[in-house]
């Protein structure tokens, strides 16, 4: 993932600043939740368990002072150097009860009883010493706590007041976070839809649009979360991991040694996981593309596929594709019960009941108290939480790194970027010199191709499928470029302009026209401000559509749903044909324009031709060839060679493959009449 780690980490310095905030906000956040166990440890070993610590009779009633049967005595860490000690006594605990010890140097280690006013402590090697005492009633042992009580309600109100800090620092990086990740991913969707504009058109010939719409949406999704929750998972449990084992050291260097192996197993966890996962992931995201791509072919062709009751062979491919996606979210989902976090808690419980029994044994010696033993088991815990979180995130981080690299194989795809200069409208004089051209290397679909056509003709290609008509236009248009031969427009080659300026004086009519969502009017400006209402109005009164549109509900506001679905034919050829003429073309392409119209929409059309068709260079592909009757020229194309070129009239007389085929479909139309 070394290149593309790279180009996402370049994707999220665009936006640094939130990000570094955010990450010294986890730092800090962490710091202040660090603090916690240190407060607790030093409430358990100073305030709670340091009551039986050493206390000494003293002469006033001071602050830690405590009076006891007519004297007062003060904990051995509240005596000041230079000060005066009285007798030694100790405050000792035993099962919920507190003695007072009349004694000095008793032993902390042992097993204690308490019996006709003695206290028993009975060592490991079974000797008992025997020493006076007195049971504590409950407000007794209360006096000797009081001095801690300020002590302890600071450190609580400290640990309340970090947990608190840490929250709302956690808070403002995750909130930073997100929106830095949103912004990263609303970048990344622009320059991706950005990108697929500029590709050339043969590169849609071969991914279908679901895949790419896939490519779009869900793969930069799992970025997303790529950066929303992986990449937040993995810096915090690294600084928070860090700040642990620090603290941990701080602690006690033994107990941080014992901890230390976590590390080195989550790091080969995460090796091994990633190896398997990988290739369980570029299946699955292979597969869902083509379960996207065939779920948006199945609703386009729906009429077809009920029509030809496809559906159960429909079905039976969709099935086919979904059951490998589900037998390999599957494999991925064992992978996951394998190694989650249920493991780490093992090995957490191992380090635990460890080191609970080496304290109990008494093997990590009296430096370690009760109080380094509760943080301890709490910077334990609090180190398992960003170890699972990264564990957890360990699918999405596979998931995201197989989407970066379908995202950025789409973004490396060579396109043209969109200029935005613009040139003088030309006069639309074209000339093809010698154009050979092949879709696929060694087979030509056009040979030797060589005619011109000046401002204002209209030239007709006719010929049998195949043969090489729409290649011709794909060419003009440059969706195509050619190896051998020249294409000019006004006697510059169209290599030498870019293709948005060549194309800024060119319109289209489609056989299947397309049309936006959106209305009438939008589809035909293409919401260009350029193209005003008067231009919309103009253009739809030129093709004799105005009167028909204004008679909808809305008139040209009247909504068109995806490719217009809600509109006849002729309605949509229309706007197309409208649309065409509003941007006002130096070169208008006709390709099959009225093949799908009605004859009295076709009339309509052709009384508009004429008067549309000056000063513009026109080209026609026709099947009917009564619609281009009136053409300047005719070539006629067999095998993607020119086989014959002249007016209907010259091409009649000639008594070719023209004449051949107007005949034929005289002859059809007049057996149709009959």
Known sequence: MGNNGKRL?????????????????????????????????????TNIMGIEKPWYESKEDGRYDVEYNGSYYKRADHWKDGETKGREVRVLQTGLTYYFVDAADVPDKGVRTFADGKLTVTSEDD??????????????????????????????????????????????????LQVSANRIVRKMRNDVFRHIQELPVQYFDNLPAGKVVARVTNDTEAIRELYVSVLANFFSGI??????????????????????????????????YRKYAGSFNHVIRSRLSDINGMINESIQGMPIIQVFRRQKETMSEFGVMNDEYFKYQNKLLRLNSVTSHNLLNVFRNVIFISVIWMFAGGWLGTAVSV?????????????????????????NLEVARVSAERVFALLDEPGVPVSEQRMARYKGNVAFEDVSFGYKENEDVLK????????????????????????????LFRFYDIDRGAITVDGTNV??????????????????????????ASNISLDDPAITREKIEGALRDVGAYDMF??????????????????????????SFARALAFDPAILILDEATASIDTETEAIIQQALDVLKRGRTTFVIAHRLSTIRAADQILVLDRGRIVERGNHEELMVHGGKYFAMYQLQQGAAVSALA
């Open 495 to 520: 290599r030498d302009m870019s293709k948005q300026q060549l194309r800024q004086h060119m319109g289209i009519v489609l056989q299947e026209p397309f049309l936006f969502t959106g209305t009438i």
């Open 371 to 395: 109080g380094v033993l509760y943080a301890f088991i709490d910077y334990m815990n609090r180190m398992m939480q960003p170890i699972v979180g990264m564990v957890n995130q360990l699918s």
């Open 550 to 575: 204004m008679q909808l509900p809305h008139g040209l506001d009247e909504p068109v749903i995806e490719k217009g679905s809600t509109l006849s034919a002729g309605q949509r050829q229309l706007i």
């Open 448 to 475: 030797h191709i060589s005619f011109s056509a000046k401002q204002g003709e209209t030239v007709a290609l006719v010929g049998h499928t195949g043969s090489g008509k729409s290649s011709i236009l794909n060419l």
């Open 127 to 176: 000797s008992k010493q025997q020493y006076p005492a007195a049971l504590l009633s409950r407000d007794e042992t209360y006096h000797f706590y009081q001095p801690e009580l300020k002590s302890m309600i600071t450190l609580a109100a400290g640990y309340v007041g970090m947990l608190l800090i840490g929250a709302g620092l956690a808070y403002g990086q995750k909130f930073l």
């Open 9 to 45: 980490f370049q994707y999220a310095w665009h936006y640094k600043r939130p990000i570094l905030l955010a990450l010294l906000l986890l730092a800090l956040a962490i710091s202040a939740e660090l603090v916690g166990p240190f407060l607790a440890k030093r409430m358990i070993d």
């Open 239 to 272: 600084i928070y991991m860090t700040a642990i084992v620090g603290a941990l050291f701080l602690l006690d260097v033994r107990l941080a040694l014992i901890a230390l192996p976590l590390l080195p197993i989550l790091y080969f966890w995460i090796i091994i």
